[in-house]
């Protein structure tokens, strides 16, 4: 609505503004309708993980990606697990710094897990609780930078909490966080 004569840097102010509106809506959508229901179906978690790492690394982080186990098929809601993965990559990604980000997937008739590892400033115990709550967020004045909303973190809690999955995050040795996604080993099968 401005003419053609306007300030380019008010413009483009106004642009970021509205840019950051569009996602904060966005983001509140996948919140709000975030549980709907889907079936299960077998997912190859390492073949989800190597798509996310490979979405990730497109948009400049540095992963690398540890299997520790033979394949491992789950029964899962693919949509879910996709959008919950993604969200503890995003999260390392953006508050990992340069760092390098490891992802390890531990399956075996005792543990399913993916844990997502980052070299960031890591959570305090104490804010822990805190950050799965929708539009907490630990730094206010980063976020603004980043374009946060808060939203990530409770999102994937909401998501895990539906399907029986437990998220923990996890101080991590020598500076960082560990993001835990722990599945429940009935849904796992074997490959012969």
Known sequence: MLDKNSNPELVAGI???LD????LISQ???FSKGTEDVCPIQVDLWKIIGSLAGDIEREGADLRL???????????DPVALQRVLG????????YGGANPIDVELHCSDDNVSIE???????????????????FHRLQPARE?????SGLGLAIA????????????????????TVARLGLPTTCRFALA
């Open 116 to 134: 997502v590892s980052d070299r960031g400033p890591g959570i305090p115990e104490d804010e822990v609780p805190a950050v799965f709550r929708p």
């Open 66 to 76: 540890h299997r520790n186990d033979p394949p491992c098929v789950f029964f899962a």
């Open 20 to 23: 950051s509106m569009n996602d």
């Open 87 to 94: 969200n503890l990559l995003k999260n390392a990604a953006q």
């Open 15 to 17: 642009q970021r503004d």
């Open 144 to 148: 603004r930078r980043t374009g946060g």
């Open 28 to 30: 509140f959508l996948q």
């Open 157 to 176: 809690y909401q998501l895990a909490v539906k399907h029986g999955w437990t998220i923990e995050l996890l101080p991590r040795e020598g500076g960082g």
